[in-house]
């Protein structure tokens, strides 16, 4: 029997998931990051994941290391089980943690 489906915690992928969807809200989360997490709440290794979302584990393992260029539609395929899809968010100033400012915001 594969591992990953006896040690499962409904409360561990319920917590993944709200840090997977606050992270994006809250534009918190690197490309990387969030795919890296996305395949850690599908509890699938990352040739799975892979697999399971019709990209290479060469572009995978690419992306989460943040050295990719994926298109449009590879970060589609990867995100849509989750029901995200790329769109625009406002850019973080440089160094600055936490929530966006809004487009027009004050600068300093």
Do not use: C, W, Y
């Amino acid at each position: 029997m594969d591992k990953r489906i006896k040690h499962k915690n409904p409360e561990r992928d319920a917590a993944l998931r709200r840090e997977l969807f606050e992270g994006v809200m809250r534009n918190q989360l690197s490309l990387g990051d969030a795919v890296k997490l996305m395949q850690k709440v599908s509890r699938l290794t990352q040739a799975e994941f892979a697999a399971h979302r019709g990209v290479s584990i060469r572009v995978l393992k690419e992306i989460i290391a943040g050295s990719a260029n994926p298109t449009v539609e590879t970060l589609n395929k990867i995100a849509s089980i989750f029901g995200l899809e790329v769109g625009f968010v406002a850019k973080r100033p440089a160094g600055e943690e936490g929530e966006a400012k809004p487009p027009g915001g004050a600068r300093s």
